[in-house]
Protein backbone atom coordinates (compact mmCIF):
# COMPACT_ATOMS: atom_id res chain seq x y z
CA UNK A 1 0.00 0.00 0.00
CA UNK A 2 1.39 3.60 -0.91
CA UNK A 3 3.10 5.42 2.29
CA UNK A 4 0.63 8.31 0.89
CA UNK A 5 -2.57 6.14 2.04
CA UNK A 6 -0.97 4.44 5.21
CA UNK A 7 -0.42 8.77 6.26
CA UNK A 8 -4.12 9.48 5.14
CA UNK A 9 -5.27 6.30 7.32
CA UNK A 10 -3.11 7.18 10.47
CA UNK A 11 -4.56 11.10 9.86
CA UNK A 12 -8.32 10.01 10.12
CA UNK A 13 -7.44 7.83 12.95
CA UNK A 14 -5.69 11.25 14.77
CA UNK A 15 -9.22 13.10 13.85
CA UNK A 16 -11.36 10.45 15.09
CA UNK A 17 -9.40 10.27 18.52
CA UNK A 18 -9.47 13.78 18.66
CA UNK A 19 -13.29 14.04 17.98
CA UNK A 20 -14.14 11.24 20.52
CA UNK A 21 -11.63 13.02 23.92
CA UNK A 22 -13.92 16.51 22.06
CA UNK A 23 -17.08 14.43 23.01
CA UNK A 24 -15.49 12.76 26.52
CA UNK A 25 -15.24 16.82 27.56
CA UNK A 26 -18.70 18.15 26.13
CA UNK A 27 -20.39 17.65 29.75
CA UNK A 28 -17.72 19.35 31.28
CA UNK A 29 -16.96 22.68 29.38
CA UNK A 30 -19.09 25.11 27.30
CA UNK A 31 -18.81 24.94 23.32
CA UNK A 32 -16.38 27.62 22.58
CA UNK A 33 -14.32 26.55 25.44
CA UNK A 34 -13.67 23.78 23.73
CA UNK A 35 -13.04 25.10 20.45
CA UNK A 36 -10.44 27.87 21.60
CA UNK A 37 -8.25 25.24 23.33
CA UNK A 38 -8.73 22.63 20.95
CA UNK A 39 -7.76 25.19 18.36
CA UNK A 40 -4.75 26.56 20.10
CA UNK A 41 -3.36 23.17 21.19
CA UNK A 42 -3.90 22.07 17.91
CA UNK A 43 -1.31 24.93 16.81
CA UNK A 44 1.97 23.34 17.47
CA UNK A 45 1.94 19.67 15.26
CA UNK A 46 0.20 21.73 12.49
CA UNK A 47 3.61 24.40 12.63
CA UNK A 48 5.28 21.31 10.62
CA UNK A 49 3.30 21.98 7.45
CA UNK A 50 4.99 24.47 6.83
CA UNK A 51 7.94 24.47 4.13
CA UNK A 52 11.17 25.94 4.39
CA UNK A 53 10.18 28.65 1.57
CA UNK A 54 7.35 29.67 3.51
CA UNK A 55 7.32 32.62 5.85
CA UNK A 56 4.56 33.25 8.57
CA UNK A 57 3.49 36.39 7.31
CA UNK A 58 1.47 34.19 4.58
CA UNK A 59 -0.59 33.68 7.32
CA UNK A 60 -1.34 37.23 7.62
CA UNK A 61 -0.48 38.33 4.37
CA UNK A 62 -2.89 36.64 2.08
CA UNK A 63 -2.83 36.97 -1.99
CA UNK A 64 -6.68 37.26 -1.90
CA UNK A 65 -8.50 38.26 1.80
CA UNK A 66 -11.70 38.75 1.02
CA UNK A 67 -12.00 34.61 -0.14
CA UNK A 68 -9.35 33.67 2.58
CA UNK A 69 -11.68 35.68 4.91
CA UNK A 70 -14.88 33.33 3.60
CA UNK A 71 -12.48 30.26 3.97
CA UNK A 72 -12.40 30.80 7.45
CA UNK A 73 -15.57 31.97 8.30
CA UNK A 74 -16.69 28.67 6.92
CA UNK A 75 -14.33 26.88 8.83
CA UNK A 76 -14.78 28.28 11.61
CA UNK A 77 -18.05 27.83 11.84
CA UNK A 78 -17.93 24.07 10.86
CA UNK A 79 -15.35 23.70 13.56
CA UNK A 80 -17.73 24.92 16.37
CA UNK A 81 -20.95 23.19 14.40
CA UNK A 82 -18.56 19.63 14.63
CA UNK A 83 -17.93 20.31 18.43
CA UNK A 84 -21.78 21.33 19.07
CA UNK A 85 -22.31 17.72 17.28
CA UNK A 86 -19.64 15.54 19.09
CA UNK A 87 -20.72 16.12 22.42
CA UNK A 88 -24.56 15.38 21.64
CA UNK A 89 -24.62 12.50 19.02
CA UNK A 90 -23.25 9.14 19.03
CA UNK A 91 -19.95 9.59 17.24
CA UNK A 92 -20.92 7.03 14.40
CA UNK A 93 -24.55 9.02 14.06
CA UNK A 94 -22.55 12.80 13.74
CA UNK A 95 -20.10 11.08 11.17
CA UNK A 96 -22.58 10.40 9.10
CA UNK A 97 -24.27 13.26 8.99
CA UNK A 98 -21.63 15.33 8.30
CA UNK A 99 -20.56 12.99 5.55
CA UNK A 100 -23.51 14.97 3.64
CA UNK A 101 -20.63 16.93 2.81
CA UNK A 102 -19.64 15.53 -1.07
CA UNK A 103 -23.63 16.01 -1.82
CA UNK A 104 -23.54 20.04 -0.08
CA UNK A 105 -20.93 20.51 -2.97
CA UNK A 106 -22.48 19.11 -5.32
CA UNK A 107 -25.49 21.37 -5.08
CA UNK A 108 -23.59 24.29 -4.10
CA UNK A 109 -21.58 23.55 -7.29
CA UNK A 110 -25.22 24.02 -9.22
CA UNK A 111 -26.23 26.99 -7.34
CA UNK A 112 -23.24 29.22 -7.20
CA UNK A 113 -20.75 28.05 -9.96
CA UNK A 114 -22.98 27.07 -12.26
CA UNK A 115 -22.20 23.54 -12.99
CA UNK A 116 -23.74 21.20 -15.27
CA UNK A 117 -25.01 18.22 -12.64
CA UNK A 118 -26.17 15.08 -14.33
CA UNK A 119 -28.43 12.79 -13.38
CA UNK A 120 -26.52 10.57 -11.58
CA UNK A 121 -25.27 13.09 -8.87
CA UNK A 122 -28.42 14.46 -8.29
CA UNK A 123 -29.39 10.95 -7.90
CA UNK A 124 -26.74 10.13 -5.16
CA UNK A 125 -27.58 13.45 -3.30
CA UNK A 126 -31.24 11.60 -3.52
CA UNK A 127 -29.78 8.35 -1.88
CA UNK A 128 -27.67 10.33 0.82
CA UNK A 129 -30.68 12.08 1.87
CA UNK A 130 -32.48 8.52 1.92
CA UNK A 131 -29.15 7.81 4.01
CA UNK A 132 -29.66 10.25 6.41
CA UNK A 133 -33.89 9.09 7.26
CA UNK A 134 -32.39 6.10 7.81
CA UNK A 135 -29.76 7.35 10.67
CA UNK A 136 -31.76 10.09 12.07
CA UNK A 137 -35.74 8.46 11.57
CA UNK A 138 -37.66 11.48 12.16
CA UNK A 139 -40.75 10.89 13.88
CA UNK A 140 -39.62 7.61 15.18
CA UNK A 141 -36.56 8.93 16.74
CA UNK A 142 -35.81 12.23 19.07
CA UNK A 143 -34.47 14.92 16.80
CA UNK A 144 -31.80 16.71 18.83
CA UNK A 145 -29.80 19.93 18.34
CA UNK A 146 -26.98 18.05 17.52
CA UNK A 147 -28.31 16.54 14.30
CA UNK A 148 -28.77 20.20 13.17
CA UNK A 149 -25.39 21.08 13.84
CA UNK A 150 -23.98 18.18 12.00
CA UNK A 151 -25.13 19.14 9.16
CA UNK A 152 -24.27 22.57 9.72
CA UNK A 153 -20.59 21.30 9.82
CA UNK A 154 -21.51 19.66 6.39
CA UNK A 155 -22.74 22.78 4.85
CA UNK A 156 -20.03 24.87 6.02
CA UNK A 157 -17.56 22.01 5.46
CA UNK A 158 -19.09 21.71 1.37
CA UNK A 159 -18.77 25.91 1.43
CA UNK A 160 -15.00 25.30 2.46
CA UNK A 161 -14.92 23.31 -0.43
CA UNK A 162 -15.91 25.52 -2.99
CA UNK A 163 -14.31 28.43 -1.33
CA UNK A 164 -10.99 26.18 -1.78
CA UNK A 165 -11.79 25.70 -5.31
CA UNK A 166 -11.58 29.24 -6.14
CA UNK A 167 -8.68 29.98 -3.70
CA UNK A 168 -6.60 26.80 -3.24
CA UNK A 169 -4.24 27.61 -6.35
CA UNK A 170 -3.51 31.10 -5.09
CA UNK A 171 -2.73 30.91 -1.69
CA UNK A 172 0.09 28.64 0.43
CA UNK A 173 -1.19 25.66 2.89
CA UNK A 174 0.18 27.58 5.79
CA UNK A 175 -1.76 30.39 4.93
CA UNK A 176 -4.70 28.25 4.52
CA UNK A 177 -4.22 26.04 7.85
CA UNK A 178 -2.92 29.05 9.97
CA UNK A 179 -5.52 31.44 9.08
CA UNK A 180 -8.20 29.27 10.34
CA UNK A 181 -6.66 28.26 13.14
CA UNK A 182 -5.79 31.59 14.33
CA UNK A 183 -9.59 32.81 13.39
CA UNK A 184 -10.21 29.69 15.13
CA UNK A 185 -8.76 30.63 18.58
CA UNK A 186 -9.97 34.18 18.26
CA UNK A 187 -13.70 33.55 17.83
CA UNK A 188 -14.07 30.96 20.51
CA UNK A 189 -11.53 32.99 22.72
CA UNK A 190 -14.41 35.65 22.84
CA UNK A 191 -17.20 33.58 22.72
CA UNK A 192 -15.80 31.89 25.34
CA UNK A 193 -15.61 34.56 28.48
CA UNK A 194 -18.93 34.83 29.25
CA UNK A 195 -19.39 31.18 30.71
CA UNK A 196 -16.04 30.81 31.26
CA UNK A 197 -15.16 27.75 33.52
CA UNK A 198 -11.90 26.51 34.66
CA UNK A 199 -10.62 24.00 32.03
CA UNK A 200 -8.08 22.24 34.68
CA UNK A 201 -10.14 19.13 35.45
CA UNK A 202 -10.11 18.61 31.34
CA UNK A 203 -7.19 19.67 29.87
CA UNK A 204 -5.36 16.42 29.09
CA UNK A 205 -8.23 15.42 26.84
CA UNK A 206 -7.95 19.25 25.48
CA UNK A 207 -4.33 18.72 24.71
CA UNK A 208 -5.26 15.46 23.51
CA UNK A 209 -8.13 16.65 20.93
CA UNK A 210 -6.25 19.69 20.21
CA UNK A 211 -2.82 17.54 19.61
CA UNK A 212 -4.78 14.95 17.02
CA UNK A 213 -6.40 17.63 15.06
CA UNK A 214 -2.97 19.01 14.08
CA UNK A 215 -1.33 15.93 14.10
CA UNK A 216 -4.70 14.48 11.44
CA UNK A 217 -4.54 18.07 9.44
CA UNK A 218 -0.05 17.38 9.61
CA UNK A 219 -0.47 13.44 8.37
CA UNK A 220 -2.77 14.83 5.20
CA UNK A 221 -0.35 17.27 4.30
CA UNK A 222 2.55 14.68 3.74
CA UNK A 223 0.12 12.36 2.45
CA UNK A 224 -0.42 14.19 -0.24
CA UNK A 225 2.95 15.15 -0.81
CA UNK A 226 2.86 11.89 -1.26
CA UNK A 227 -0.07 10.27 -3.00
CA UNK A 228 -2.09 12.63 -4.72
CA UNK A 229 -5.29 14.16 -2.88
CA UNK A 230 -7.80 12.04 -5.53
CA UNK A 231 -6.02 8.74 -3.70
CA UNK A 232 -6.02 9.76 -0.19
CA UNK A 233 -9.75 11.84 -0.13
CA UNK A 234 -11.58 8.80 -0.01
CA UNK A 235 -9.76 7.77 2.85
CA UNK A 236 -12.22 9.67 5.06
CA UNK A 237 -14.73 7.20 4.70
CA UNK A 238 -12.66 5.62 7.43
CA UNK A 239 -13.56 7.29 9.94
CA UNK A 240 -17.14 5.68 10.41
CA UNK A 241 -15.70 2.53 10.94
CA UNK A 242 -13.49 4.24 14.00
CA UNK A 243 -16.18 5.94 15.25
CA UNK A 244 -18.07 2.84 15.62
CA UNK A 245 -15.62 0.96 17.51
CA UNK A 246 -14.42 4.24 19.93
CA UNK A 247 -18.10 4.96 20.52
CA UNK A 248 -18.67 1.08 21.37
CA UNK A 249 -15.43 1.21 23.61
CA UNK A 250 -15.80 4.16 25.00
CA UNK A 251 -18.85 5.72 25.53
CA UNK A 252 -21.22 2.46 24.83
CA UNK A 253 -22.81 3.56 21.86
CA UNK A 254 -24.26 0.56 20.03
CA UNK A 255 -26.08 2.00 16.09
CA UNK A 256 -28.49 -0.25 15.43
CA UNK A 257 -28.83 -2.37 11.90
CA UNK A 258 -30.90 0.46 10.36
CA UNK A 259 -28.43 3.04 11.77
CA UNK A 260 -25.52 1.54 9.98
CA UNK A 261 -27.59 0.96 6.80
CA UNK A 262 -28.20 4.46 6.68
CA UNK A 263 -24.29 5.07 7.24
CA UNK A 264 -23.49 2.73 4.64
CA UNK A 265 -25.36 4.46 2.10
CA UNK A 266 -24.62 8.40 2.42
CA UNK A 267 -20.85 6.52 2.38
CA UNK A 268 -21.74 5.05 -0.80
CA UNK A 269 -23.19 8.00 -2.24
CA UNK A 270 -20.23 10.41 -1.05
CA UNK A 271 -17.57 8.39 -2.52
CA UNK A 272 -19.51 8.29 -5.77
CA UNK A 273 -20.30 11.75 -5.60
CA UNK A 274 -16.73 12.70 -5.07
CA UNK A 275 -16.32 9.98 -8.06
CA UNK A 276 -18.23 11.93 -10.64
CA UNK A 277 -16.90 15.42 -8.79
CA UNK A 278 -12.95 14.43 -9.73
CA UNK A 279 -14.23 13.18 -13.47
CA UNK A 280 -15.93 16.68 -13.83
CA UNK A 281 -14.22 18.87 -12.12
CA UNK A 282 -10.47 18.20 -11.70
CA UNK A 283 -10.37 19.94 -8.00
CA UNK A 284 -8.06 18.04 -6.83
CA UNK A 285 -5.18 19.71 -8.81
CA UNK A 286 -6.08 22.86 -7.54
CA UNK A 287 -7.19 22.80 -4.12
CA UNK A 288 -4.82 21.52 -1.50
CA UNK A 289 -6.52 18.44 0.70
CA UNK A 290 -7.05 19.81 4.63
CA UNK A 291 -9.86 19.16 6.94
CA UNK A 292 -12.68 21.29 6.19
CA UNK A 293 -13.55 22.32 9.71
Same mark, same amino acid.
Given at each position: ?????????????????????????????? &?????????????????????? *?????? &?????????????????????????????????? *?????????????????????? *???????? +?????????????????????????????????????????????? +? +????????????????????????????????????? &?????????????? &???????????????????????????????????????????????? +?????????????????????????
Amino acid at each position: MPIGILLAFAAYLAFSFGDAAMKAVGDGLP &VFEIGFFVSLFAFFPALCTKRP *EDTWRN &VIRPNRPKLLALRVLFGVSGMISAVVAFTTLPLA *EAYALIFLLPLFVTIFSAVFLK *ETIGWRRW +SAVTTGLLGVILVVRPGFETIVPGHFAALSCAICGAGTVITLRLIG +S +SERRVTLIGALLVGAVLVNGVLMLPDFVNPLPHLGLL &VLAGICQGLGQTGL &VFATRAASAATVAPVQYSQIVWAAILGAVFFLEYPDALAYAGMAIIAM +SGLFTFARERRRTRWWQRTPLIRNR
